[in-house]
């Protein structure tokens, strides 16, 4: 079957750094997303990762290893509005997103 | 990015009835658009994806006749939950693919619709 795991919780400190980890098992492999959900809001997009490597985007990186199944996302200079859920999906062979159930990111001051 | 709009943002109807739900993509034409369910501290579950022009094509464990997928035009989706129960009560989502991104893939999302039924 087809599985995303990410963790269910992480805490982190304002101004630190986080990485959110994302392991995959999908039929095919189309890319791989992160979305930032804040509670009772619809999912944005944060990066996209087709290729194997680091994909940098302001604060927020992006990497992916596919013969690993493996990414991660990597927010720097936390600040309290990062406070979020964040989403990894893989889109498989058939174009249909799989996601995972979201890492809840609390960050303290 | 593209835009996708939602309507109603929220809705609190009496068990028994139909609930529409409108999906617009405002800036480009969409032939596909996807609808989503999630349920409190859970992620997303596609419930079927709909395509303009043809019937909708929905997940396994998703009741066709009970939520209702018409995709009349390339700009709009219709979600119909019918005969809605408290167990229906969840926070849905639409999304839809830009075609002119070519084959970027990216999903642009409309801002949810709150459905709480009594």
């Known amino acids: 079957g087809q599985n995303i795991d990410q963790p269910t919780e992480m805490t982190a400190t304002e101004g630190a750094i986080v990485q959110i980890n994302c392991t995959y098992q999908t039929s095919g492999f189309n890319g791989l997303f992160w979305y930032q959900q804040h509670a009772g809001e619809a999912p944005t997009f944060l990066s996209y990762?087709?290729l194997d490597g680091l994909e940098e985007k302001g604060r927020f990186s992006s990497f992916l290893s596919r013969s690993k199944g493996y990414s991660y996302l990597l927010l720097k200079e936390l600040q309290m509005k990062d406070s979020a859920s964040y989403l990894c999906?893989?889109?498989?062979?058939?174009?249909?997103?799989?996601w995972g159930a979201g890492t809840k990111l609390i960050i303290k001051p | 990015g593209a835009v996708v709009s939602q309507h109603p943002s929220w809705v609190i109807c009496k068990s028994g009835t139909s609930v529409k739900i409108e999906c617009r993509s405002l800036d480009f034409q969409a032939t596909t658009m996807f609808w989503y369910r999630q349920f409190p501290k859970q992620s997303l579950m596609l419930m079927a994806t709909?395509?303009?022009?043809?019937?909708?094509?929905?997940e396994q464990g998703v009741e066709k006749d009970k939520f209702l997928i018409n995709h009349a035009s390339l700009t709009l989706s219709t979600l119909t939950v019918t005969s809605a129960h408290p167990e229906d009560s969840s926070f849905y989502i639409c999304s839809a693919r830009d075609p002119r991104e070519g084959d970027y893939n990216e999903q642009f999302f409309g801002p949810g619709t709150r459905l709480t039924v009594l």
């Open positions: 999906a893989v889109m498989d062979s058939n174009y249909q997103l799989i």
């Open positions: 709909s395509n303009e022009g043809s019937k909708a094509t929905y």
């Open positions: 990762n087709v």
